[in-house]
């Protein structure tokens, strides 16, 4: 193994240490540069299976939940937890979880991978198992990108062992058709049930056509976005067969159960995390233990130990009183948390922060294609707060919704809108709902409040 | 009073967040007791433009503007261009913007044919221009600002058409003459998206307008409380204009 890059790499580490930085990707950057071999080489010394997984939405809660089973089952994991997953964002975990000569020892490896870098990572990751959550064009793609970069995923794909397992959603139609002449173990996961809940169409609701023929889908039952259940009139292509589908849903404010129906089997599955788009988490995240071995008992205890990351459907007290704390970043996602705090069925305090920074999008007119309205008309709620360079934006959104502009306040500032929310709060649960950059900011606010998850 | 706004291949231009011109379109009839009914106007509609008092065609990606472009030129270009003619209130965003017009050069040479009803023309440029845009326009003696988000690599350029403004700051039709968008009788096109009419109250109440003038004879409109669509609106002059 070629060890300069692993050395240079764990200085640089230590440099950012020092300097109180976040060093999530600049060693692995750097290592990458004198090493360009490093995650291959590296990767050779975890003993077991890896997993890979990757799709627009759902890719952190799915690998975190992946690697929390695992580890409850008694083993080691090297899993990018902190979402750095760029290809210098994994060579860097890898750099971490080694000593000075590569040696790393972990049973097993989970890995988060944007989908655009799954071409660059896959093949020298090697996984037994890779899972894709779902694809849906964000407003940073527009342009057709997303096209090319499902059919370089399916090029990737292509070159992994025969014996390697692609576990795909088969409820969004472009991740099932990842799955179409290809040479390799592909299964699919999906929900049985009915998950109406009376949820119109999504406005980010994206028309899907047949790969075979390009008829239009037509829909016989709509999750959440352009997932659901859908065949083609035309030629009669349809939803893939279920290898893992999930049967009465039940959603709480505490959490949601259901079961998987898996061969001849039916497992019960129980979890913390809200909102229905979570099944889909949970539940790939059960089917790959499932095809790794992990026994049921470990499997549920992993579901019950995961702790979301910082911003991902964190609960957390603002003065006393309780919110929750949910990233937002395209229109699916921001309709999705939506649903959620639906679910809940509960008076609501809303703090919503937009900045328009460039790793969140300069543009904010996206805000337009997240379904207010249906949420406005359905949930209760008393005082909005919009905050964030384009928190004026977000307040113009939300009285076409239908809020009165009298219980929406603009404070741009953050910080201040946190410390402000809590003290026109009395029995309501604060939803603090912040874009990429404004969660940042939360963040440090929470730190330097010594606000703890 | 009722208006009818059409909505020109919702299905498929829908990206952008330039529903929620229609969403404006309607609440500020509302809000004025004016009824406002949405019609859907795509593939498989037929329709001559007669139905309807203000219509909406915004852009998409590639692949949907093709599909469009076809449905458009082929099948629609004549009952649009009369419509148009006469006085059809009508916005168009972008994508739609350039295919009201008498053609896209595209970067290989090839002259994609719009409908002529605006006499403008677009040619394929090399550079996106992506930003903020601010443009100062002038309507019916009306002297006003407009802001947006302009997102476009084809430069437009106008022949015997006016621009619907001034460039205060972005990029406009071109990035050259410094103008942005054109208007023809009550058509209106531009590069603004953002989307453009719920922060600019002034540039949509006059669409309304002319829609009730055309239909009713009435130029009148109740005026509304705009603090936050003003609020918006200088949010986004104090961070980019230029003092
Ligand atoms: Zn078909």
Redesign the interface.
Known sequence: MDLLGVVLGKFVILGCKLTGKNGTSLPGKLALKISPNLIKDIIKGVKNEKVVVTGTNGKTTTSGLIAEILKSSGKTVVHNREGANMLSGIATILIKNSDFFGNIKRDTGVFEVDEANMPLVLNDINPKVVVVTNFF?D?LD???ELDITIKKVKESLNRLPKDSILLLNADEPFTASLGDDLDLNVMYYGILDKLNYGYSLS??F??KYCPVCGGKYVYKDVFYGQLGDYYCPKCGKSRPDLDFGALDIKLTEDGISFKIKYEDKIINIESHLTGAYNVYNVMSSVATNILLGTPLNHIQAGLNNYRPIAGRLQTTYLKGKKAIINLIKNPIGFDSTLNMLREINKPLNLLIAINDNYADG????????VDM?NFVSHAKINHVVTSGL?A??M???L??AGID?KR?K?INSIENALDYIPTVTNEELIAVLPNYTSLHEVNSYMKSRGVKA | MKLTIGHMYP??L???????NI??LK?RCEWRGIDAEIKSITIDTNTDFTDIDILFLGGG???EQKIVSDDLTLRRAKNLKSAIEDGLTLLSICGGYQLLGKYYLSSDGNKLPGIGALDIYTVAGNKRM???IIIESTIDGKTFKMVG?E?HSGKTFLQNVKPLGRVIYGNGNNGEDGMEGAVYKNTFGTYL???VL??NPEFTDMLIRKALDRKYGKNQLEPL?D???H??QN?IIKRFAKK
Not at chain 1, 362 to 369: K, N, P
Not at chain 2, 14 to 20: E, I, P, Q, V
């Open positions: 064009r407003q527009r342009y057709g406005p980010a994206e028309q300069r543009d904010v007119s996206w805000l337009w294609d309205e384009r004026e934006d307040a113009l959104r009285k076409y502009p929406i603009i | 299905d498929l829908n990206l952008y967040g330039d529903r929620g969403i404006t609440k990606s590639d692949r992506i930003d903020n988000f997102n998206h953002g989307p719920p922060k409380d603090s936050f669509e609020l918006t949010a």
